[in-house]
């Protein structure tokens, strides 16, 4: 499946020496929630933000790790990105593991954002049931579209997160695969069984958000096993939604970690 993408990059275009850099954002997100990080990369390095399948302007079908990171591989054949560098948080991050892990020749290094390869994450967010039943009205702005969900979505956040997966105005409804993305959330919350022998070499940086429990010491020797050149590096402050919560020092460490590699 090719994916959505929205592509930047500086002017004149980098040196082909750099790497492409690809970012996978989270469960229910987009491309463009991270736009910070991707505008300041692509003021040297070409970058290519995905909408996951099910998110964003891209296709909807079923989901897994393994089908989502062939995904993420054949976009990038078609944009001729390969190798690159990947940054995925949180389901991206499992998707970004998932490819390095089964086509590592496609991954140049590896940013892996508060996840780690085992059960978890996504389960705070707590959906509730009837989300695909909503009964949508003939016109949908944002403040009716808050209104729509507040009887089923206490949490702001969350509530702000599922907002911006409708399609608002005069034809309004969701613009996501809601029911292929939760007939899949036991898979996306889960780790798929891997061949004994599976790892990635290459250079990898796990960041996570000190105020975060999705990067747990119990998931180190999985983290050791299949990635053994990894750093962890815990930012003070941040919750899971690391990149928003502390953007300054998320790309330091970023952007140092890329050009080291």
């Not at 505008?39 to 891209?58: F, I, K």
């Not at 940086?205 to 999705?214: K, M, N, P, V």
Request: hydrophobic share 45%; with cysteine.
């Amino acid at each position: 499946m090719l994916l959505n993408v929205i592509e930047r990059g500086p002017e004149p275009p980098a040196a082909p020496a750099l790497a492409p850099v690809v970012l996978l954002h989270g469960l229910f997100g987009r491309a463009r929630n991270l736009g910070f990080v991707q505008r300041r990369l692509s003021a040297t390095r070409r970058t290519l933000a995905m909408d996951l399948r099910n998110h964003g302007a891209s296709p909807h079908g079923p989901m897994s790790y393994p089908i989502m990171a062939e995904d993420v591989a054949e976009t990038m054949r078609a944009h001729h990105a390969l190798p690159a560098a990947q940054l995925g948080h949180s389901m991206g991050g499992k998707t970004a593991m998932m490819l390095a892990l089964t086509q590592p020749e496609a991954v140049r290094c590896l940013i892996v954002v508060d996840i780690a390869p085992g059960q978890g994450g996504f389960d705070s967010l707590d959906l509730p049931q009837g989300l695909e039943t909503l009964h949508f009205p003939a016109h949908l702005d944002l403040h009716t579209a808050n209104d729509l969900l507040r009887p089923l979505i206490d949490k702001d956040t969350v509530r702000q997160l599922m907002v911006q997966n409708m399609r608002l105005g005069d034809n309004p409804g969701w613009a996501i695969g809601l029911a292929d993305i939760q007939a899949a959330l036991p898979a996306l919350m889960g780790w798929p069984a891997l061949p004994p022998d599976a790892c990635y070499t290459g250079p990898t940086l796990f960041i996570r958000g000190e105020q975060s429990r999705y990067i747990q010491p119990e998931n180190e020797p999985a983290m050791r096993r299949l990635f053994p050149n990894h750093q962890l590096e815990s930012i003070a402050g941040a919750g899971h939604w690391v990149h928003a919560d502390a953007p300054q020092r998320f790309c330091q460490l970023v952007e140092a970690f890329l050009a080291e590699h």
